[in-house]
């Protein structure tokens, strides 16, 4: 059985690690795979090592690397460039690199002025006039006109889908489901709007059986009974054994979605408990 288990949970897991953009329903943000050919494009036969170093290592290695976001990692990238001065087409594409993973036209001005007083005035009127053109007017009437949900669905690949109301008694706050496969092993994306969680609950089975929680978006938490709880972010994988008693749910100012993976197992159960209480939810950061 635990074989059989194994061998169709791991099309899904390694599907979902390099992200296969057919699964994509919206504009991938912070979960995309970096790729580079400028390096060999254009300096591949004159300076092919430098190329690779470009190419393979800068934007390879260092830009897919996932302890920190691409949005932060842009942010970083444009502050840097503007405090050396540099202002021409590199920071051009950063900037628009920047509003592809989600910096805002709000976010981009604010960071501008406050490297400002650290850089220098003179280079961050560079940069407003560059930001300017990647951050139009229009760009900025349409994102007023989004709602927050709408707004956080263009920063996750799966889709959030419709209010869950079937399990709305086991819920604080509003979730949302949306069935991503049928095939194999059955999957869901669940999204919790903030402040939003499940009540404790347990997935009963007499073997096997069982959860698994992969964080797409936002921020949330994962905590067992009796265990200090659990920060889950993009990426985070959190395995949930068969008759413990658990809850998991958004932050307090953070939408979140996590993907729900159902473990096969012998006489499965869920059990539905008491709803998390607000002492032990508000002390959470």
């Given amino acids: 059985m635990k074989k059989q288990i194994t061998k169709s949970i791991l099309p899904v897991i390694f599907t979902l690690l390099i992200l296969n953009p057919c699964l994509a329903q919206k504009k991938e943000v912070n979960m995309k795979k970096v790729t580079q050919t400028a390096g060999r494009t254009q300096l591949g036969s ?23 976001d691409l949005k932060t990692k842009s942010i970083i990238t444009v502050v840097s460039l503007m405090s050396m001065g540099i202002t021409d087409n590199s920071l051009v594409y950063h900037l628009q690199n920047a ?15 406050h490297n400002a007083f650290y850089a220098g005035w003179p280079k961050a009127w560079a940069v407003f006039n560059l930001a300017k053109t990647v951050w139009t007017d229009d760009d900025n009437s349409t994102d ?40 194999q092993v059955k999957i869901y994306n669940v999204t919790f709007e903030p402040k939003c969680r499940n009540n404790w609950h347990i997935h009963k089975a007499k073997s096997n059986g069982g959860q698994m929680l992969i ?18 972010k993009e ?39 008491e709803a998390v209480d607000d002492s ?3 002390k959470l950061k």
């Fill in 99 to 113: 509003k592809n993973n989600g910096v805002t036209k709000k976010e981009i001005a604010a960071i501008i002025t």
């Fill in 280 to 282: 032990i939810y508000n």
């Fill in 215 to 232: 964080g797409v978006g936002g921020r949330g938490y994962y905590q067992e009974w009796g265990k200090e709880p659990i920060e889950i």
């Fill in 144 to 183: 007023n006109k989004l709602s927050e949900k709408e707004k956080y669905q263009k920063t996750i690949m799966f889709p959030i889908g419709e209010p869950n109301n079937a399990y709305k008694k086991y819920f604080i706050g509003q979730s949302y489901l949306a069935p991503i496969s049928d095939k």
């Fill in 235 to 273: 990426g985070t994988i959190i395995h949930i054994p068969a008759n413990v008693k658990h809850w998991h749910g958004a932050a307090f100012d953070s939408w979140f979605s996590h993907l729900a993976i159902e473990i096969d197992g012998v006489d499965t159960e869920n059990v539905w408990l």
């Fill in 46 to 68: 004159f300076a092919p090592e430098f190329a690779h170093f470009n190419d393979d290592v800068l934007f390879g290695e260092n830009w897919n690397n996932q302890d920190i």
